[in-house]
């Protein structure tokens, strides 16, 4: 009688593994919003990560994280660093590469909940009077991550996120 039941649960345990190793290794979220602004007043919103955390959704979050600057002041070089509760970990954001006004691109690292790397791009491009702001988010799924999103994605974990943050960056850039 037990063997049978061992069986169908070493069955069923196998076959999430399965499931959770065809997951892809990858993921893309992006998500983008038009301003009625030039690309270079965009641009700065994100290029000084003082600027940039006005608008941040993820500061919302806990009102008491702990925050601290290093590194040059914006631009290549300028990080920024958080330890806040569980609804937004702990981590570091370094800025790596900036082409004003078209791209700035992150390193963003998580070190709780979980450990993480990713990569964080913004673009710019200009359509008329207004500019289309393209906030992207990059990485790899560990087993983990990929079993997790079978319940939840990471479009959906982060996608809402940068729809709010990206609309308050809009209010703040056309004010």
């Known amino acids: ?15 999430f593994v399965i499931i959770v190793l065809l997951q892809a290794t990858d993921f893309k979220v992006s998500r983008s919003a038009k301003v009625r602004a030039p690309a270079a007043k965009a641009f700065e919103q994100i290029n000084d990560l003082h600027l940039m955390n006005a608008w941040n ?10 925050q601290t600057y290093d590194g040059a002041a914006s631009g290549v070089g300028a990080i920024y660093s958080w330890d806040g509760n569980n609804n937004v970990g702990t981590g570091r954001q370094t800025i790596v590469e900036t082409r004003p006004p078209e791209l700035v691109r992150m390193k963003l690292e998580f ?7 990713n990569e964080v791009q ?33 479009d959906k974990m982060c996608g809402g996120s940068f729809e709010k943050g990206l609309a308050d960056m809009k209010t703040i850039v056309e004010a």
């Not at 009688?1 to 345990?13: H, Q």
């Not at 070190?111 to 993480?116: D, E, K, T, V």
């Open 1 to 15: 009688m037990l063997i049978p039941i061992l069986i169908s649960v070493a069955s069923v345990l196998a076959l």
């Open 57 to 66: 959704p993820w500061l919302k979050l806990d009102p008491n994280v702990k």
């Open 111 to 117: 070190l709780r909940p979980f450990a993480g790397i």
């Open 122 to 154: 913004f673009t710019f491009v200009p359509e008329g009077d207004q500019t289309v702001v393209t906030w992207s988010m990059t990485g790899h799924r560990n087993f983990v991550m990929k079993a997790m999103g079978l319940f939840c994605s990471m």
